[in-house]
């Protein structure tokens, strides 16, 4: 999961009973559901582009693998 020192990066992961979104690492934010943290995260996201920063999103599959999602669509990328 390479990254640029400029890219802000979010990730939506399962914790202890909920789903949390973390900015470069640090809490953003917990939801009950999953879908909840995806929308928070990707809503953040679009916000940080269309003020001109490099964004990527990541959440954790049911695997428990990082899959890396478009920031505008929120189509999985791989």
């Given at each position: 999961?390479?990254?640029h020192?400029?890219?802000?990066?979010?990730?939506?992961?399962?914790g202890d009973?909920?789903?949390?979104?973390?900015?470069?690492?640090?809490?953003?934010?917990?939801?009950?559901?999953?879908?909840?943290?995806?929308e928070?995260?990707?809503?953040?996201?679009t916000?940080?582009?269309?003020?001109?920063?490099?964004?990527?999103?990541?959440?954790?599959?049911?695997?428990g693998?990082?899959?890396?999602?478009?920031?505008?669509g929120?189509?999985v990328?791989h």
């Open positions: 999961m390479a990254t020192s400029d890219t802000i990066q979010f990730t939506v992961i399962r009973g909920d789903w949390r979104v973390l900015r470069d690492g640090r809490n953003s934010g917990h939801f009950d559901f999953s879908v909840d943290a995806i928070s995260a990707l809503v953040k996201a916000t940080l582009i269309d003020k001109g920063a490099r964004v990527e999103v990541f959440v954790q599959d049911a695997a693998q990082l899959r890396q999602v478009d920031p505008v929120g189509e990328l």
